[in-house]
Every structure is written in structure tokens, then in C-alpha cells.
């Protein structure tokens, strides 16, 4: 994705990893091979990979700077998490800060980390390992949780047991209790977190919305800033396969029916606002605009080769 930029913001995607992920059956286990076969020719090769059939996707944050704050928006995976039954995510090794860093940025330069849920993808750079210990990688920010999002994954954390090989997709229980012992906890015993509620104003034109479904405190970053309306539109839609397709959720969505419900409004929301939309997990170019089409939404991406 290019920079985006306006009068006085703009906004960059770190990557942490990008490429065909997961069978579309997997992913996406209500889609029809009708629909797919309806919307495959289009999607292929940039999000479709033709090889395999495999869905692309992408793992990012996204980088948003402001005169007064610079905003690090969902945390990836994280380097060392012990996630086993997640493939290349277990004790994963990514150049991620060397990526921050080719944006000019150290980790003391974050102000504010935001994660629109508390998924494994996108809680894992919260922190980092050092001498055995999981310790903040922002050490100078405010991490913002959603409040219905932390009360509800902390109680897992409790009974959770320890990361081990079982069977695949694991509990969904255990996977984010562990995530919230080795990438939420440490941060907020650091005293560095802040529980904020729908509407929460993280900087000027810049506002927290809850989009509930995929997680019960599921949330989305509103942008309306001089020259730029955008969002940072976080899990409410993973592949273009669910923009054409509204009605089809993730089997990562803990609640598949609100899930759709809330992406269908989101999306027609976003369709009349023009707003640009950075999803968490579109590949190259990511960022791009919506409008209606018959019953669901056609997404053009911002192509910089177009
Ligand atoms: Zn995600």
C-alpha cells in the first residue's frame, strides 16, 4: 500500500506477513462454490492465488500519524508467541520493527497502540520477549482495549491451559486465554492499557466504533479529517469474497449471524460515506473505496497501477 495522505495525517501499512493462507472452505465455510465461482475470475491472482486456490491474505497494522500522535492500529502476530495448530504463526521470527523502522519509527515513537479486537493477529506485537519475560514493545504508549472486548477474553485467561499441539482449529477458549496472558496481561499489569467504549475520540476526527460479531467488543477506527474520510476497518470484513457477499462470515466469527449483520450495515455505511476502507487483512494494495452493487457491495482497490 502507498502512504495515504492528506492536509494533516497519514497513514502507513506495516506488513508482517502476506500471502495464500487458507482454503476457502476453511475460511469462509458458508461461501457456495457458486458464489466463488462467480467472483474467482476477478479476485485472481491478487486475492486468489491460482496455484493452489488458496485465499490471500494479509497480517498488517497500520501506521496512522497526526501532528500531535502517531497511532500504531492492530498488532499482528508477534515474534516467539507460542501458538501451535497456527502454522507459520508459532514462534514466528518476522522482521516487523525492521519494517517500523524503514518508516522512520523506533518502538518508543508509538504513542498510541489500538487493537480493533483482541485476536491472536492482532494483539501479538503488544509485547515482546525479553530474558524469558513478555514485556510492552511500546514502552512510551497508551494501549487502547475495548472495554466489552477485554472483559470478556480476560475470563479465559483464568482457566486457559498453556499453548500445546491438539487438534486443529484449538479451543477457541484456550488460543485467547493464552494470547491474553502473553500479549494483553503484560501490558496492562505494565499499567500502560486504557478500557474505552464506543465513540472513544483517540485524536482529533479520529473515533473508536464498535462493530460487534466477529468478537463481542469488535471495533472499527472512523477517520474524518480535512481531505481524508477513511476507516480502519479492522476483521468486520477478512477477504473481498465477504464485500460481494455480505452475508458470509468468517469461522473465526464468534457470532456469525450479528457478524453479517453488522458488515452489511458497516459496509452500506461506508459505501454512502465514500470512505476509504483499509481492511486488517486485504493483501497489496489493501486500502480502496466501495459502492452497491445488486445485492451486495463491489471494492475497488486504490491501485497505483491503474
Ligand atoms: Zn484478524
Known sequence: MQRIEAATICIDRVVESEGPLYPTEVLLPTLSAEQLAAEAPRLTPRCID????????????????????????DACVGNDKERPGF?????????????????????????????????????????RLADGRWVPTFPNATYLFGRVEW??????????????????????????????????????????????DDGYTVDDGI????????????AVLEIDRPGLRAVLSGDVVHHPLQVRFPDVSSAFCVDPARSARTRRTCLAAWAADERLVLPAHFPAPTAGRLRPDTDGFAFSFLDPDA
Open 50 to 73: 491460482p496455484a493452489s486456490g488458496l485465499l490471500v491474505l494479509s497480517v498488517h497494522s497500520f501506521v496512522v500519524r497526526t501532528p500531535r500522535r502517531t497511532l500504531l492500529v
Open 207 to 218: 473515533a473508536l466504533r464498535l462493530a460487534p460479531g466477529h468478537t463481542p467488543g469488535n
Open 151 to 196: 472483559e470478556q477474553w480476560s475470563r479465559y485467561a483464568a482457566s486457559a491451559p498453556e499453548a500445546r499441539e491438539g487438534p486443529y482449529p484449538p479451543p477457541v477458549a484456550d488460543v485467547l486465554g493464552v494470547c491474553y496472558r502473553d500479549s494483553v496481561a503484560p501490558v496492562v499489569e505494565a499499567g500502560l492499557s486504557e478500557l474505552v
Open 87 to 127: 502454522g507459520d504463526w508459532h514462534r514466528q521470527q518476522s522482521p516487523y520493527l525492521e519494517r517500523l523502522a524503514a518508516l522512520g519509527l523506533r518502538p518508543a515513537d508509538i504513542d498510541v497502540v489500538c487493537c480493533t479486537h483482541l485476536h491472536p493477529d492482532h494483539v501479538g506485537w503488544n509485547t
